[in-house]
């Protein structure tokens, strides 16, 4: 799986790559995050990239040429999936980072001012990526929330695959609350179902509880289809409600 970012600001991903479960994909062969300077794609000697939008507007937008460039040069013969950052794409989910972990090349056009000519989105790219309702001063950082959240689908990365699976959304629901040494933290006590060693009933109270806070916080997940378990316990939880 690798990754080809285009960005006037190439000295921005050193850091946050240079840890963490991102950089331990890389050194193990399992990733490749490589990081390109838009600017190289310019032929002036101001190696310009940005330029004013007709009709008249305030700010500045991507020029067509660097950015086609840049995307042809990379593109090469072998096949990518081109994604331009926006706040007007689908938004990433942890199927869209999933369905990306499956490709073996995409690339990562990070916009910044007013954004891009409109051109490199009706055909140059192949779609665009929102992180959220909200608009940031530039691709950049949500460049790395795709590669972030995507690394966790790349077989491999993640070591037990099984912390994956219960992660939030992933089954449709939140995860459930962890605890860890010591046992009794300030008089704040971990759940004594956790000690009994029973499988059984710890998993039915980790659903139980990933449930109470799904219905909580995000209703909205559990608009889907339900597994016998998760109904029974779900009753169990709005009867409990009813009685307090
Ligand atoms: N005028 C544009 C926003 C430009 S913001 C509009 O309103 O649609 C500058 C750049 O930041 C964008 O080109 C994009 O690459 C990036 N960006 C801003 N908000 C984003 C978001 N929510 N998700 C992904 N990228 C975003």
Not at 76 to 90: D, E, F, I, K
Not at 132 to 159: C, H, K, M, N
Request: negative net charge; charged residues 35%.
């Amino acid at each position: 799986m690798i990754f080809d970012i285009i960005t006037i600001f190439p000295e921005m991903f050193a850091s946050v790559f240079s840890g963490g479960v991102v950089r331990r994909a890389v050194d193990k062969g399992l990733m490749e995050v490589r990081v390109h300077d838009l600017r190289d794609y310019t032929h002036d000697r101001h190696r310009q990239v940005d330029d004013r939008p007709f009709g008249g507007l305030e700010g500045m937008v991507f020029k067509p040429e660097p950015v086609f460039r840049a995307v042809e040069a990379l593109r090469g013969s072998a096949p990518a999936r081109v994604v331009l950052l926006s706040p007007q794409g689908r938004k990433l989910d942890p199927r869209l980072a999933e369905d990306l972990a499956g490709c073996p090349r995409v690339i990562l056009l990070c916009g910044r001012y007013e954004g891009v000519d409109e051109r490199i989105v009706e055909s140059l790219i192949d779609e665009e990526i929102s992180i959220g309702d909200y608009v940031l001063t530039g691709g950049e950082p949500a460049a790395v929330i795709v590669v972030d959240a995507v690394s966790r689908f790349v077989q491999g990365v993640v070591g037990r695959e099984e912390s994956v699976r219960h992660d939030s959304f992933a089954e449709g629901r939140l995860d459930f609350p962890q605890y860890t040494r010591p046992r009794d933290f300030r008089g704040m006590k971990v759940p004594q179902v956790l000690f009994s060693g029973d499988h059984a009933r710890i998993g039915r109270w980790r659903l139980k509880k990933a449930l109470e806070k799904t219905l909580a916080r995000r209703p909205d997940l559990l608009d889907r289809i339900l597994t016998p378990e998760e109904r029974e316990i779900l009753e169990e939880i709005r009867n409990e409600r009813k009685e307090q």
